[in-house]
């Protein structure tokens, strides 16, 4: 019996350890229109805490250039980007997450930034002033924050 148990124990453990595995931002795989039909994490996403991300300026920051409806407590929200009332009707979970984690691979041209990448970045901050990190940047969101930020983004209906 305890060695059942036992196996049933790691067995679990074993799956939800590959399970856990984030997709690497240089492993996302955009179709042809910029989406993202695979989660980045397996884990669904937390639509409150990707309210939360999407109106910190510390975080995602997205109130910078869109407005949302939603969160009339958010001062100083932007009006370059589209409003994102109705996000969840205009486009598919797929698409919402390729927009959030590189909106470029959808929309050619746009200034917003690319929330899940990590390579590709011109740097000319070292030329100019000798202040730039010689590392590598990292994503600006996590993988789980981007799937919570998508999740949020889809509960926004006309």
Not at 16 to 21: E, G, P, T
Not at 54 to 81: M, T
Not at 99 to 127: C, H, Q
Request: charged share 20%; proline share 6%.
């Amino acid at each position: 019996m305890k060695v059942s148990v036992f196996a049933l124990v790691a067995s679990v453990g074993f799956a939800a350890a590959a399970h856990a595995a984030d997709v690497a931002p240089g492993d996302v795989v955009y179709d042809e229109y910029g989406a993202v039909e695979q989660s980045l994490t397996g884990t669904p996403g937390n639509p409150e805490e990707g309210a939360k991300i999407v109106g910190s300026k510390k975080l995602g920051n997205c109130i910078a250039c869109h407005q949302v409806s939603a969160l009339p407590d958010i001062p100083f929200q932007g009006e370059i980007g589209p409003m994102l009332d109705g996000a969840g009707d205009r486009w598919t979970e797929a698409e919402l997450r390729g927009i959030v984690a590189n909106a470029k691979m959808l929309f050619e041209g746009t200034m917003m930034p690319a929330f899940y990448k990590d390579s590709g970045y011109t740097r000319p901050g070292k030329g100019y002033t000798g202040k730039a990190a010689d590392d590598t940047l990292g994503p600006i969101l996590a993988a789980q924050q981007i799937e919570d930020v998508v999740a949020y983004l889809a509960t926004l209906k006309d």
